[in-house]
């Protein structure tokens, strides 16, 4: 008997785009992931199984197109504003008067939601299909970012009930703990570090390549209306409304108030809320609630009448900025670091401040001996922001850029704004090199952290990578503080190290864009060094996880001499080179097979861990036995913390979680 398989590809459609709003949009998820990934993947078999069945907008195609030449300008069908700022509630009740005078004295309500510090755009839906999305251009125009924007996972291609033609303007974003997490790992890979999640979600929608913005988890809200035929709503607040029971991304927190009480009320309110938003929100904005009165006001310029943002101070403070300290990072990057009188900055002492890099020093023309403004937002690293140039001493002097690697003294080459050390020997570089390959995510050389390799290097007993596993007795009773027992423990650290599975291996040589989870599909996919270090780009390629920018990364990294030479010394020393069967299952992974518990407040949602622990082959339960392998912790964890502690099921604070899986390489 033959079944049309189209009923039931609705079905799924229908049913994967419900899970998916219920888990982007509503953030009710009500399967869990591995059976959502389950119905996922049922959509994809049925997709290739039955091409012509595949809808262009399925969930599935969230995956990026062919890379573009440039974007395409296009014209907006309503010109796309912005929006006046105001710093203090006198400016704001100026505002409110200005809109009662405008009104003739009719009462007028509010609307009052965050201020998302993302990036306009204008999404345009024809038949309830998303067919366009633009960036806010200069208002006039903006480019098409169609494709990028399609990758969104908490924007639906398709939406039942919309009307025939609606334009939603809104914000997109990137979600703090995505930031944070993107900037970690571009740390760890010696990768610029973007300023602000503003600033990291710009430069992702401006990439040609959507595969590569596929990659991000950027998100979109909507808060706001372009061309519209065949629907009309009279206030701000129905708007929001509506938004949500579209299912699509709206704001779940917005205020509709009544006068300037009612105004300073729910902004206050907001200041203190908006801690909790996964996404940074530098202000209120406040607009009138009905539409006709929104027309009767008009505009001025650029901006409504009807409405206004409300700025709340970012943590920041002023403090001397007393000498610039240069780090050489793994792969040579010199990063200038701000050496600062300490100071208090969102509940910690601050006492250095990344000054990003060269190009920013002589944009914002610091010196040495100015005051300085540093700013802390959420995890964002402290950065210097600005000078005070009105108290400039007259002793301030000017930073010198360094002319040659302030570690080795090579020569320093410029790239894109940064200034990177290209010398092959540079022991800045080394050091770094060494703690990543040695520490707990990849080859776990017990007894081999920054200090002993400080040391090791210092002494001149390492100069290449590969010397590790050269080292002797002799040689390391020779060093300062270094008893027998410690010495004989490091050579068994080392020793152990040999055999450590290939994923490790891969992970420590430190390939630039290369991580722990990258280095682990590796492995299963290629399973040995060799047969790695002699593939193509294509070959790289076919890997899920793998674009064509890593792929080139990986590619030119085992094409270089010098790591030729260390692959021959490595294996010459008797490394593990290849992979093992435990390697080889499809779910291997550093946690496969085992079983956490979570406990406490952790600074990233569980949902992150969770799929986080899944994704590495683990599981997460929910209550603590001698069968639990780890317990992780965070602030304030309760019973679940004493049942691990008696049952001595060993308990990772967060620091020790990121160390495992390898988002932390203590640098
Ligand atoms: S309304 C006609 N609402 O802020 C009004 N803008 O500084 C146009 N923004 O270009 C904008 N959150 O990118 C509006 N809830 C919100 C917003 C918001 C963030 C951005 C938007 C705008 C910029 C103006």
Redesign the pocket.
């Known amino acids: 008997m033959s079944s049309t398989p189209a009923p039931q590809y609705a079905r799924l459609l229908e049913e994967v785009r419900r899970h998916d709003r219920l888990y982007y949009v509503e953030a009710k998820p009500e399967i869990s992931d591995a059976a959502y990934d389950r119905l996922y993947r049922e959509l994809q078999d049925l997709e290739q199984a039955h091409p012509e069945l595949a809808d262009e907008n399925s969930p599935t195609r969230k995956v990026g197109g062919s890379p573009l030449d440039s974007f395409r300008s296009v014209a907006h069908a309503v010109r ?4 006046n ?1 105001t710093y203090s509630e006198e400016e704001l009740e100026d505002f409110l008067g200005r809109v009662e005078k405008g009104l003739v004295g009719q009462a007028s309500e509010f609307a009052i ?4 510090d ?3 755009v204008s999404v345009r839906f024809e038949n309830g299909r998303l067919v366009q999305g633009l960036t ?1 251009g200069d208002g006039e125009r903006g480019d098409d970012i169609t494709e990028n924007l399609k990758t969104i996972r908490n924007l639906p291609l398709s939406v039942r009930g919309l009307p025939k033609l609606i334009e939603f ?1 809104g ?1 997109v974003y990137l979600p703090e703990p995505a930031f944070a997490a993107m900037n970690r790992a571009r740390e760890k890979k010696g990768e610029a570090l973007f300023a602000n999640p503003r600033n990291a979600a710009a430069g992702t929608l401006k990439l040609l390549d959507s595969r590569e913005v596929a990659k991000r988890p950027l998100a979109v809200i909507f ?2 209306l372009g061309e519209v035929a065949g629907f009309s709503v009279e206030t701000q607040n129905d708007l929001h409304r509506q938004i949500l029971q579209w299912g699509l991304p709206g ?1 779940a927190w917005f205020r509709h108030v009544r006068g300037t009480s009612g105004v300073l009320d729910a902004i206050r309110e907001l200041n203190r809320d908006r801690l909790n938003f996964p996404f940074a929100t530098d202000g209120a ?1 406040i ?1 009138v609630d009905r539409f006709d009165q929104q027309k009767v006001l008009g505009q001025t310029g650029k ?2 009448r009807w ?1 206004i ?1 409300y700025k709340y101070a970012p943590e920041q403070a002023e403090t001397r900025l007393h000498s610039v300290t240069f780090q050489v990072g793994r792969t040579g990057v010199i990063t200038p670091v701000a050496e600062l009188e300490p100071v208090l900055l969102s509940g910690s002492t601050v006492a250095r401040a990344t000054l990003h890099n060269f190009e920013e020093i002589a944009r914002k023309d610091i010196r040495v001996g100015d005051l300085v403004t540093v700013e802390k937002a959420g995890e964002v690293i402290p950065a210097v922001i600005s000078v005070n140039l009105k108290k400039r001493p007259s002793d301030s002097r000017p930073i010198s850029v360094p002319s040659h690697c302030p570690v080795c003294g090579g020569p320093l080459s410029k790239e894109e704004v940064f200034l990177r050390c290209r010398s092959r020997d540079c022991v800045g570089q080394l050091k770094r090199r060494l703690q990543h390959f040695a520490h707990r995510g990849a080859m776990d050389i017990e007894g081999m952290g920054e200090v002993m390799v400080g040391q090791l290097v210092d002494a001149g007993l390492i100069q290449h990578l590969d010397q590790i596993y050269g080292l002797t007795d002799e040689q390391l009773a020779g060093l300062e503080r270094m008893g027998e027992k410690s010495a004989a423990n490091l050579l068994e650290g080392i020793a152990a190290s040999k055999s450590r599975p290939l994923w490790r291996l891969i992970f420590g040589l430190g390939i630039p864009q290369v991580g722990a989870v990258l280095s682990e599909s590796l492995a299963r996919n290629f399973r040995s060094l060799s047969k790695l270090s002699s593939a193509t780009v294509s070959d790289l390629t076919q890997i899920n996880d793998v674009g064509p920018k890593v792929a080139e990364e990986i590619v030119s990294f085992f094409q270089e001499p010098s790591t030729r030479r260390l692959l021959v010394s490595l294996e010459k020393a008797g490394l593990n080179f290849t992979a093992r069967k435990e390697e080889l299952a499809e779910r291997g992974g550093v946690f496969s097979g085992k079983k956490f518990v979570l406990t406490g407040t952790l600074d990233q949602p569980r949902e992150e861990f969770i799929r986080r622990i899944q994704s590495l082959g683990g599981s997460v339960v929910g209550s603590v036995s001698a069968k639990t392998d780890y317990v992780l912790a965070g602030e304030e964890a309760g019973s679940k913390l004493s049942q691990a502690r008696s049952l001595g099921v060993p308990i990772l604070s967060q620091k020790e979680f990121e160390k495992l899986v390898g988002q932390d390489t203590g640098e």
Do not use: D, T
Not at 80 to 83: D, K, R
């Open positions: 796309m504003q912005s929006l700022n939601e965050p201020k998302i993302g990036l306009a806010r303007r914000e808060y706001g704001h904005v607009k901006a409504p409405a943002a």
